[in-house]
């Protein structure tokens, strides 16, 4: 039982009905969880659209920077269903995605790469 259903029971008058379980206006917590992510992926694809240059330059990965875009553009439509009722594809978008990035980033991990541990 959530503190505000107990601050409910103990705010009502004698002989009112108390709130016995939450009703279907509740978000579970996974939707709270999908939507932070939303919003992350449509702040991060943002700076992916807007700064690609200097995404790439912190990487050691110039000329990438369409790719960069490219990516934003990806995170943007992943936050935009995490955000719409299909919840589940955009999450899964988002672990597609960030395996994409993850093996991009992998091909910067070179030892010619000065950036290469940021």
Same mark, same amino acid.
């Given at each position: ?35 932070? $992510? !939303?919003?992350? @992926?449509?702040?991060? &694809?943002? +700076?992916?659209?807007? =700064? ?36 589940? $594809? !955009?999450?899964? @978008?988002?672990?597609? &995605?960030? +395996?994409?990035?993850? =093996? ?15």
């Amino acid at each position: 039982m959530s503190i505000f259903t107990r601050l409910a029971d103990h705010t009502r008058s004698p002989g009112d009905p108390k709130v016995v379980k939450a009703g279907p206006s509740v978000k579970p917590a996974a939707d709270e969880m999908a939507r932070a $992510l !939303g919003w992350f @992926s449509l702040a991060l &694809g943002a +700076a992916e659209l807007v =700064a690609p240059h200097a995404i790439t330059r912190a990487l050691g990965m110039q000329g990438k920077e369409g790719l960069v875009r490219a990516f934003g553009l990806r995170e943007i439509a992943a936050g935009m269903t995490s955000l719409s009722t299909e919840k589940s $594809l !955009g999450l899964w @978008s988002r672990v597609g &995605g960030d +395996a994409l990035d993850l =093996a991009v980033l992998f091909s910067a991990y070179r030892d010619n790469n000065p950036k290469k541990q940021n």
